[in-house]
């Protein structure tokens, strides 16, 4: 079942700090995130697992809140290279299927 | 180490048609996701492959199947095409699962 993001869009000014959301309706076992800009194909950001361990490449933040089956990534201090789709992906622990949600634009301007 | 590769990029087809692409993933990798991606629905999962055998699979019909080589490359076919398979098809290769690396997308019309 596919995760709920929010906002679906968002509009920042650099240096502006800005929250997106992602929730399921089930149980999860990892909570990925990915961002893809226009015309490219999504980039991973962050892994965020079932007992609290993270992978990430990038200089972001990201919770997952297990018990809520909640996930917020969080853009601090946004540059215009954050501008992008923001997509969550959630990991069923029965099957390990990852559904993604509907994806979170954010537009970062000058 | 070369990224992942999807070929063709571009493809058009008639509705009722067949089609094949194309997915080398990155030297080690050994786990090949599918997605489809639409304005409407987002990124959505169609089948994973891990050492030639699919391990996953989501909610679309039987026209859209798949298949994973011994080297790991993996073809995607649709068959009696529609147009609401118009589409960005991404596939993402793994080593361990977690991370995954996107290919550049072929991208379908169904005229």
């Known amino acids: 079942q596919q995760p709920v993001q929010s906002p679906q869009a968002v509009i920042l000014r650099e240096g502006e700090d800005a929250v997106i959301n992602c929730s399921s309706s089930?149980?999860?076992?990892?909570v990925h995130w990915y961002r893809q800009k226009h015309g490219e194909a999504p980039v991973f950001l962050m892994i965020l697992l079932k007992g609290g361990e993270q992978k990430g490449h990038e200089k972001i933040s990201a919770s997952f809140n297990e018990k809520k089956q909640q996930s917020s990534l969080y853009l601090t201090a946004s540059q215009l290279s954050y501008s992008g789709t923001y997509f969550c992906g959630t990991e069923n622990p029965n099957d390990y299927k990852l559904s993604f949600g509907a994806g979170t634009t954010v537009t970062v301007r000058a | 180490k070369a990224g992942v590769t999807q070929t063709p990029r571009y493809l058009i087809k008639t509705r009722g048609q067949q089609v094949t692409l194309s997915c080398s993933p990155i030297s080690g990798h050994r786990s090949v996701s599918w997605y489809q991606q639409t304005p409407g629905q987002g990124l959505q999962f169609l089948f994973e492959y891990f050492s030639e055998t699919q391990r996953n699979k989501g909610n679309f019909p039987g026209r859209f199947s798949g298949r994973q080589f011994s080297n790991s490359r993996s073809e995607m076919n649709v068959s009696t095409l529609e147009l609401g398979d118009s589409a960005l098809y991404l596939c993402?290769?793994?080593?361990?699962?977690?991370?995954?690396?996107f290919g550049p997308g072929t991208r379908l019309t169904v005229t």
């Open positions: 089930k149980a999860l076992y990892s």
């Open positions: 993402a290769s793994s080593s361990e699962g977690y991370e995954q690396y």
